[in-house]
């Protein structure tokens, strides 16, 4: 993957486990809906360069942003129960 034109890095976060259950990818998309509407609701508008995605209550934060931005995206993400873990992907504009 490295070899493809514009790929800088590969973040390696796989890990083994068994196939998640209906509750679970319920919970993690409720998560995922509440932390971008936390985004939203801050009024900026970095909420649309980041991807979130959550897998069993770990959100992944992604997305081409300043630093300050990135740091909001965690507060805000923070403030959300049931997150157990934050994985920031974020590629910095400063």
Same mark, same amino acid.
């Given at each position: 993957v *490295?070899s493809?034109? !514009? =790929?800088?890095?590969?973040?390696?976060?796989?890990n @083994? &486990?068994a196939?998640?259950?209906l509750?679970?990818? @319920?919970?993690?998309t409720t /998560? $995922?809906?509440r932390i !971008?509407a936390?985004? /939203?609701?801050? +009024? +900026?508008n970095f &909420?649309h *360069? =980041?991807k979130v =995605?959550t897998?069993n +209550? $770990?959100?992944y /934060?992604m997305?081409?942003?300043t630093r300050?931005?990135?740091?909001l &995206?965690? @507060?805000? $993400?923070?403030? #959300?129960? +049931?997150v157990q873990k934050i #994985? !920031? /992907?974020?590629?910095?504009?400063?």
């Amino acid at each position: 993957v *490295k070899s493809i034109p !514009k =790929v800088r890095r590969v973040h390696n976060m796989m890990n @083994t &486990a068994a196939p998640s259950s209906l509750l679970s990818r @319920t919970s993690d998309t409720t /998560l $995922t809906a509440r932390i !971008k509407a936390e985004m /939203l609701a801050q +009024g +900026g508008n970095f &909420a649309h *360069k =980041v991807k979130v =995605v959550t897998e069993n +209550g $770990t959100s992944y /934060l992604m997305g081409v942003i300043t630093r300050q931005q990135g740091d909001l &995206a965690v @507060t805000l $993400t923070q403030s #959300v129960g +049931g997150v157990q873990k934050i #994985v !920031k /992907l974020f590629e910095y504009l400063d």
